[in-house]
């Protein structure tokens, strides 16, 4: 990346930027909800449509000079309704937090019920926890996994939807390995009168490719993130599958009388003016590139050997006795509960860190540890299969794994983690983090 006119201006920023490069570069990423986005992605990131104010919706803006932004936020929204075969697409969520509470507070009051799943389960902060808006603003009540299985049992959700008489249900997760019955919760929410969100943040490129359940025809509302097996810039969005007429009672008035406002409307108001002000056009453009980028076939491809090589990684943890929780994976990622192997997530972190792998400490279900030390680790493969990683780097990624975590409680433990390291930096030469190609 060309950064001289930085480097002249201002060393401090130039310096941490080119100690990120290096990073990136010589260690082994894993952490399940980054990846390497395109050069072209990064161009757009980098562009000077971070000058404009345009808030407002294309066509629609309070601001002049938008004729260049507006071709950019139309080509993202035509490409990612394309992508995920929905009929509305909201591209200006400054992030996934922002997605989800944009629905979150279009359709509901404060004090309302909503049902998510567990943030120690696998759930998102954004899906009710107490420190979050989610759980600030509304009564949050979590479904969880079942103990033995480490799957969400259906009956059980329908239970406590019954029981609870929510507004609103999510489902989808930072965690979890497994795929989500969205018709079924679909028929739960009908159950109970409720509105039914996904919020596919992780799974999206795998979605979008068509390897998991398609949510779009099942769900009232559908949100994710840009930046995780999507592969574009940090941001996200908010989907419907059909547009349709909002039954809260909110209208519009119109020169032809009041009519009820589409859903659409409503959601469209409530991320501007309702919790966001000016869009960030650049992001906006680097999200369409990235969603062109995921409509080609070499696309599908990549989420294709993503899925693999989780599922590789998978067995070889498995056999090297490790416990995959819920005994599996059918995405990009798994949680690994570390327990039997006497080591917790935060000291797995640290230690992997120093042999130059990058992973996550996480709670696994049930944990009686804390969120800052935690049970286990999650592993994800996006960024690794990003920069061309596949099925013998996967092993082989398990077994430098094993062998830190294994040496963990020995006082072999230093040398192990640089030997490793080197080996690490060998597996990562010649591997740039994101050549895959010119963009359409
Ligand atoms: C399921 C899920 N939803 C929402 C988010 C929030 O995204 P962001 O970090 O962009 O706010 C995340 C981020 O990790 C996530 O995993």
Same mark, same amino acid.
């Given at each position: 990346?060309?950064?001289?006119? !930085?480097?002249?201006?201002?060393?401090?920023?130039?310096?941490?930027?080119?100690?990120?490069?290096?990073?990136?570069?010589?260690?082994?990423?894993?952490?399940?909800?980054?990846?390497?986005?395109?050069?072209? &992605?990064?161009?757009?990131?980098?562009?000077?449509?971070? #000058?404009? /104010?345009?808030?407002?919706?294309?066509?629609?803006?309070?601001?002049?000079?938008?004729?260049?932004?507006?071709?950019?936020?139309?080509? =993202?929204?035509?490409?990612?309704?394309? !992508?995920?075969?929905?009929?509305?697409? #909201?591209?200006?969520?400054?992030?996934?937090?922002?997605? #989800?509470?944009?629905?979150?507070?279009? &359709?509901?009051?404060?004090?309302?019920?909503?049902?998510?799943?567990?943030?120690?389960?696998?759930?998102? !902060?954004?899906?009710?926890?107490?420190?979050?808006?989610?759980?600030?603003?509304?009564?949050?009540?979590?479904?969880? *996994?079942?103990?033995?299985?480490? /799957?969400?049992?259906?009956?059980?959700?329908?239970?406590?939807?019954?029981?609870?008489?929510?507004?609103?249900?999510?489902?989808?997760?930072?965690?979890?390995?497994?795929?989500?019955?969205?018709?079924?919760?679909?028929? *739960?929410?009908?159950?109970?009168?409720?509105?039914?969100?996904?919020?596919?943040?992780?799974?999206?490129?795998?979605?979008?490719?068509? !390897?998991?359940?398609?949510?779009?025809?099942?769900?009232?509302?559908?949100?994710?993130?840009?930046?995780?097996?999507?592969?574009?810039p940090r941001g996200g969005m908010i989907m419907m599958g059909q547009d349709f007429e909002n039954p809260l009672g909110i209208t519009l008035k119109t020169k032809k009388g009041i009519r009820t406002k589409m859903m659409s409307e409503v959601i469209d108001a409530e991320i501007m003016p309702g919790?966001?002000?000016?869009?960030?056009?650049?992001?906006?453009?680097?999200?369409? &590139?990235?969603?062109?980028? =995921?409509?080609?076939?070499?696309?599908?491809? /990549?989420?294709?050997? *993503?899925?693999?090589?989780?599922? *590789?990684?998978?067995?070889?943890?498995?056999?090297?006795?490790?416990?995959?929780?819920?005994?599996?994976?059918?995405?990009?990622?798994?949680?690994?509960?570390?327990? #039997?192997?006497? &080591?917790?997530?935060?000291?797995?972190?640290?230690?992997?860190?120093?042999?130059?792998?990058?992973?996550?400490?996480?709670?696994?279900?049930?944990?009686?540890?804390?969120?800052?030390?935690?049970?286990?680790?999650?592993?994800?493969?996006?960024?690794?299969?990003?920069?061309?990683?596949?099925?013998? /780097? =996967?092993?082989?990624?398990?077994?430098?794994i094993d062998r830190v975590i294994s040496a963990a409680n020995t006082d072999r433990i230093e040398q192990v983690c640089a030997e490793v390291r080197v080996d690490v930096k060998e597996m990562c030469e010649g591997l740039p983090l994101n050549d895959f190609g010119p963009t359409p």
């Amino acid at each position: 990346m060309n950064m001289n006119v !930085l480097q002249k201006q201002d060393k401090e920023i130039f310096e941490a930027i080119a100690g990120e490069i290096r990073r990136q570069t010589e260690t082994l990423e894993l952490i399940a909800s980054e990846n390497f986005a395109s050069r072209a &992605v990064m161009e757009a990131c980098g562009s000077v449509m971070t #000058n404009k /104010y345009a808030e407002g919706y294309p066509g629609k803006r309070y601001y002049g000079g938008c004729e260049f932004v507006d071709i950019a936020e139309n080509v =993202a929204r035509d490409r990612a309704k394309k !992508l995920f075969g929905c009929e509305y697409v #909201n591209v200006q969520p400054h992030s996934g937090s922002s997605a #989800n509470m944009g629905v979150l507070f279009a &359709v509901l009051k404060p004090g309302d019920r909503i049902m998510g799943l567990d943030l120690s389960h696998g759930g998102h !902060l954004t899906h009710g926890s107490k420190v979050n808006f989610s759980g600030q603003f509304f009564e949050a009540h979590t479904y969880g *996994v079942e103990k033995e299985t480490g /799957y969400i049992d259906m009956n059980r959700v329908e239970e406590m939807a019954l029981r609870v008489q929510p507004k609103l249900i999510i489902c989808g997760a930072s965690a979890y390995s497994q795929g989500f019955d969205f018709k079924a919760f679909r028929e *739960v929410a009908d159950k109970v009168g409720a509105f039914l969100m996904a919020d596919i943040a992780h799974p999206a490129g795998l979605i979008a490719s068509g !390897l998991l359940n398609d949510p779009m025809p099942h769900c009232h509302f559908v949100t994710t993130t840009t930046h995780k097996t999507l592969r574009g810039p940090r941001g996200g969005m908010i989907m419907m599958g059909q547009d349709f007429e909002n039954p809260l009672g909110i209208t519009l008035k119109t020169k032809k009388g009041i009519r009820t406002k589409m859903m659409s409307e409503v959601i469209d108001a409530e991320i501007m003016p309702g919790i966001q002000g000016g869009p960030l056009m650049h992001i906006i453009a680097a999200k369409g &590139v990235a969603f062109g980028e =995921a409509l080609q076939p070499e696309f599908r491809t /990549y989420a294709e050997q *993503v899925r693999r090589n989780a599922a *590789v990684m998978a067995e070889k943890f498995i056999g090297l006795d490790y416990h995959i929780v819920s005994g599996g994976t059918k995405n990009h990622l798994m949680l690994i509960d570390l327990r #039997n192997k006497n &080591v917790t997530g935060k000291i797995a972190e640290n230690l992997l860190h120093e042999a130059g792998i990058t992973v996550n400490k996480n709670m696994v279900p049930f944990d009686d540890k804390s969120p800052f030390v935690t049970s286990g680790i999650r592993v994800g493969t996006p960024a690794m299969t990003t920069r061309g990683m596949t099925g013998q /780097y =996967a092993e082989r990624i398990v077994e430098l794994i094993d062998r830190v975590i294994s040496a963990a409680n020995t006082d072999r433990i230093e040398q192990v983690c640089a030997e490793v390291r080197v080996d690490v930096k060998e597996m990562c030469e010649g591997l740039p983090l994101n050549d895959f190609g010119p963009t359409p």
